[in-house]
DNA sequence: CACTTGACCTGTCCGC
DNA sequence: TGCGGACAGGTCAAGT
């Protein structure tokens, strides 16, 4: 669930609350979502002061003072939390998604020496966390095989259609939320925007015309810089840096809609499977291809 | 090689 | 009220 706006929402909150903390003790319980602690725990990371975030696709990177960085994955139910008085003040939220930390899904605790705490929490033990020297984050075989940001500057509508064709027989939902084509593209934004295109998921791309690829092109980084602009979407238990939901799925037009009218021609929104996946559609807007 | 399906997990919801 | 089963969907490994 955490797509490319929730990850960057939670990156732009994590860069404001995080610099400078120094950390004072690591806390894990799954060992799977962090593999290498705790053995790297002590060594690379105590005592260490974080330096700054950064997100690449749906990733983020912690780089800490020691010229070692997190790595971290939230996969679909992953959230990363600061608590601490230092950090809120006196109203921090009481009631949202996230109570009292740590909860039963908290499998990592970065405790800092001003009292603050970063809560790593994933009710489906899909996320990791990995600790690697800040040299090396480039080299791992996610960076080196990810695509291009969609978002950046000279990510272009021709490079687009570019990436798109490496995969020209597939279905264009399949393509979009390829990692290895397009970066941070998940379920939500791929069905909004192929509907705001008006592009069926199930068409190959080859079948698709230049002019509907324009379209999709302008469409999902609208929506991409729309839903980071409404701090991400909130499904069932996105939260940002501060525990707090994000509000994208207020200006939803067919995720998780099924039965509700079509916003542009008022057909009944329907849900069906294409590669794998819960899909929303339009059948009307978005006719299936022959 | 291109593409699809299953596994990894747990909480929630639906029907009986 | 309890219980089995489907479902949620990011990514990688395994299968076709």
């Known amino acids: 669930m955490p797509e490319l706006p929730e990850v960057e929402t939670i990156r732009i909150g994590l860069a404001k609350l995080l610099p400078d903390r120094e950390i004072a003790d ?10 290498n602690a705790p053995a790297d725990v002590a060594r690379f990371m105590i005592g260490a002061k974080i330096k ?14 020691s010229e070692y960085s997190l790595v971290i994955h939230l996969k679909m139910t992953g959230q990363l939390v600061l608590r601490g008085k230092q950090s809120f003040g006196a109203g921090h939220p009481t009631k949202s998604l996230v109570g009292e930390l740590p909860d039963k899904s908290t499998r990592v605790i970065l405790d800092f020496t001003d ?24 080299l791992i075989d ?7 940001e969609p978002l950046e500057d000279d990510f272009t509508v021709d490079r687009f259609i570019e990436r798109l064709a490496r995969r020209k027989n597939s279905p264009i939902k399949a393509v979009l939320l390829d990692q290895t084509v397009l970066a941070g593209v998940g379920n939500i934004y791929a069905d909004e925007s192929l509907w705001a295109a008006k592009i069926h998921p199930s068409t190959p791309v080859s079948k698709v015309s230049k002019p ?9 980084r609208d929506i991409l810089k729309l839903s980071i602009e409404k701090g991400g979407s909130t499904d069932r238990n996105f939260v940002d840096a501060k525990g707090k939901e994000g509000s994208y799925l207020n200006f939803a037009q067919v ?26 559609i339009c059948p009307r807007c978005q006719r299936a291809p022959k």
């Open 26 to 35: 690591v806390w894990h319980d799954w060992q799977k979502s962090f593999p």
């Open 52 to 65: 700054l975030v950064r997100r690449r696709a749906k990733v983020l990177i912690i780089e800490l003072s």
């Open 115 to 138: 009292g603050s705490k970063l809560f790593f929490n994933d009710q489906r033990k899909f996320g990791w966390m990995r600790l690697l020297p800040s040299v090396e984050v480039p």
């Open 142 to 148: 996610f960076m080196q095989k990810v695509g291009p």
């Open 212 to 220: 509907k690829l324009v379209t999709l092109y302008s469409a999902l």
């Open 255 to 280: 995720f998780r809609k099924a039965g509700q009218p079509c916003p542009r021609c008022g057909t009944e929104i329907v849900k069906i499977r294409v590669a794998g996946r819960g899909t929303h």
